[in-house]
């Protein structure tokens, strides 16, 4: 009997290696043997200490896998993944849910039941809270399908409906509101973070990790979402403000009710909705637009994912300045 060591589902990520075993009856028929690592190495030696223990011949039959031994597997597959501890805390949070279920095998679950423990739990959840715990859950059950093959198909798109979300009106403050606001910061290092969400779009966990090191030939160098690297051009603006800066920038600090506050002093005309670190992050973009900025030089400088999501985001802004060209043009 010919055992082989194979890696099936690299080009997901999964890089679990396996013990491909011929079937002794069905000619053509193979199975496949989690060894529970990602190191061929040790694969190799896994295996050798499970052929002499005979452990291939006493496999439980996957259709008997319960859920709670399933969702034990993936949560061992995300840790050796390297899932950030925020995301691993999603999923358990989740999937605490359905602890009930835990002792049934997964293939014996019925889909009314995956219904009604997760619309108990998330049932007056807003539409992006709802949608984002559904798609944790189904990414669960694809692992539980392509890598376990406990069960032949995803029950979740089913079983659970995606929630329409309403798109959050965005509000922004004008270029003008901006510098009011920043003039108007209560100490230089929280300045200096004001602005570099302010004139670089960064996002506040990137702006008060920001160092004079990150700075090399008019680009500022960070480390955003999801770890990608980028660097973003240093306008003349910023440059001004980081000149001016003398202090510390382990200092850096944010603080939502220290910019409410001061918001509503620096502008006592008032504003529309609240004073938050992604406003400034929100009015770069937003400013941009409004001064004729070519839309994928935006994407570009926001680091979204694809122009679609700068669309979604802007889309008004470029919706109001239309019906001011067309006015101007047919008057």
Known sequence: MAITLVQRNKSKGVL????????KVKKGCV?????????????????LQRIRDGSFE????SSEMTLGEAVVKYEQFCRAKGLKSKSL???????KAFEHLYSKPVSAIRNSELTDAFMEANGDRT????????????????????????????????????RKSVKAVRHFWTQDQVDRIIAHAPNPPTRLAWSLMAFAGLRVSEAVAARPGDIHDGYLF??????????????????REIERYKGDWSELRYCDSTLENTARI?????????????????????????AGVNVKVVQQLMRHENIKMTLDIYGHILDDDAEKAISEVYK
């Open 31 to 47: 199975h496949y043997y989690s060894l529970d690592t990602t190191s061929k190495s040790r694969a190799k030696i896994v295996l």
């Open 266 to 290: 620096a502008l006592p005309e008032g504003f529309q909705g609240k004073a938050h670190a992604h406003r400034f992050r929100h009015s770069f973009g937003s400013n941009l637009i409004r």
């Open 16 to 23: 679990t290696w396996y013990a491909r075993i011929p079937d």
């Open 222 to 239: 960070v480390v955003g979402k999801g770890d990608k690297p980028a660097k973003i051009p240093l306008c003349p603006r910023l440059k």
């Open 89 to 95: 805390d999603a999923l358990l949070f989740t999937v």
């Open 58 to 61: 006493e496999r439980l039959p």
């Open 127 to 162: 539409p992006a809270t709802y949608n984002v715990r559904k798609t944790i859950l189904s990414t669960m059950f694809s692992y539980f399908v392509d890598v376990l093959e406990i069960i032949p198909t995803n029950p979740i798109k089913k079983a659970i409906p995606r």
